[in-house]
Antibody, heavy 122, light 110 residues
Framework: QLQLQESGPGLVKPSETLSLTCTVSGGSISSSTYYWGWIRQPPGKGLEWIGTIYYSVSTYYNPSLKSRVTISVDTSKNQFSLKLSSVAAADTAVYYC??????????????WGQGTLVTVSS | QSVLTQPPSASGTPGQRVTISCSGSSSNIGSNFVNWYQQLPGTAPKLLIYSNNQRPSGVPDRFSGSKSGTSASLAISGLQSEDEADYYCAAWDDSLNGVVFGGGTKLTVL
């Protein structure tokens, strides 16, 4: 059974960089079938796609966050990571990592981590 | 404001059938498959429907999805108290080159 687990600081200061890691167990992050992504959910609000990575080759970012986001993969550790720079209070959210099944016209997140709350505050 | 439009709330009594709509455009629902996620209180979202109308293993057949043009719907028949949750539609958007979500619909079982 595939499992994903987010880890990283729960509190980040304004203007600093948010860094999270997702550790994948029960499957290989190097599989050619899947992409890996990050989604966030501000308290009491809906889901927002942050970005997706495939094989360290291709990355896709939400245009509204693109200038501040970097997603990378570490195949040796079976992990992928999120960096979001210049954070502000509006970036306070539960951050989820997930596996994305994607083919032509079809893409869905089939496995999700439990989520981690990141608060931006001084 | 979300790219996909859902009603903020829906409700029904046990045993009833309820539907939740999701409206998009030609760049997302109109040209790609639609997925639905269920988020129970305090938990991570769970894939409920993929490829417009396919259920992952373990999802009861009380849940069904459909799509027509640039709109999609999730139907829940035989409503149960444990169905009380937030429901999100999602699809790939060719213009944004990314995944777009609906704003979510909070389902209340009366």
């Amino acid at each position: 059974q595939l499992q994903l687990q987010e880890s990283g600081p729960g509190l980040v200061k304004p203007s600093e960089t948010l860094s999270l890691t997702c550790t994948v167990s029960g499957g290989s992050i190097s599989s050619s079938t899947y992409y890996w992504g990050w989604i966030r959910q501000p308290p009491g609000k809906g889901l927002e796609w942050i970005g997706t990575i495939y094989y360290s080759v291709s990355t896709y970012y939400n245009p509204s966050l693109k200038s501040r986001v970097t997603i990378s993969v570490d195949t040796s550790k079976n992990q992928f990571s999120l960096k979001l720079s210049s954070v502000a209070a509006a970036d306070t959210a539960v951050y989820y990592c997930a596996r994305l099944m994607a083919t032509i016209s079809l893409s869905y997140f089939d496995y999700w981590g439990q989520g981690t709350l990141v608060t931006v505050s001084s | 404001q979300s790219v996909l439009t859902q009603p903020p709330s829906a409700s029904g009594t046990p045993g009833q059938r309820v539907t939740i709509s999701c409206s998009g455009s030609s760049s997302n629902i109109g040209s790609n498959f639609v997925n639905w996620y269920q988020q129970l209180p305090g938990t991570a979202p769970k894939l409920l429907i993929y490829s417009n109308n396919q259920r992952p293993s373990g999802v009861p057949d009380r849940f069904s999805g459909s799509k027509s043009g640039t709109s999609a719907s999730l139907a829940i028949s035989g409503l149960q108290s444990e169905d009380e949750a937030d429901y999100y539609c999602a699809a790939w958007d060719d213009s944004l080159n990314g995944v777009v979500f609906g704003g979510g619909t909070k389902l209340t079982v009366l």
